[in-house]
């Protein structure tokens, strides 16, 4: 997971925790918990478990979870290309 979507994740989280606390657990904030555990947002599936939930988190459906594996791999053919045209 990249910094910025682990930023986002956690902040939610930690939101979803502030409602737990004021308002108590309910059925939308397990499904909310769900939801950020099965993108692979590891703080929200040791939350779950805490509470007896296990969730194992899904392959992207758009990239199979292997966008970001290819990255080094397009930033060399970038590379190559923009020498290649002289830049």
């Known amino acids: 997971m990249r910094r910025g979507g682990r ?12 409602k737990i606390i004021s308002e108590g657990l309910s059925d939308e904030l397990i499904n909310d918990l769900r939801v950020l555990a099965l ?3 590891e703080p ?3 939350f779950l478990r805490n509470l007896s ?4 988190p899904t ?27 002289g830049c």
């Open 53 to 56: 939930i296990e969730v194992s």
């Open 39 to 41: 993108s692979g947002h």
């Open 7 to 18: 930023a986002i994740k956690d902040y939610l989280l930690m939101r979803i925790h502030e």
């Open 44 to 46: 929200s599936i040791k």
């Open 59 to 85: 392959t992207c459906y758009v990239c199979g979870n292997s966008i970001f594996n290819r990255l080094d791999e397009w930033a060399r053919n970038i590379a190559e290309s923009l020498k290649s045209l």
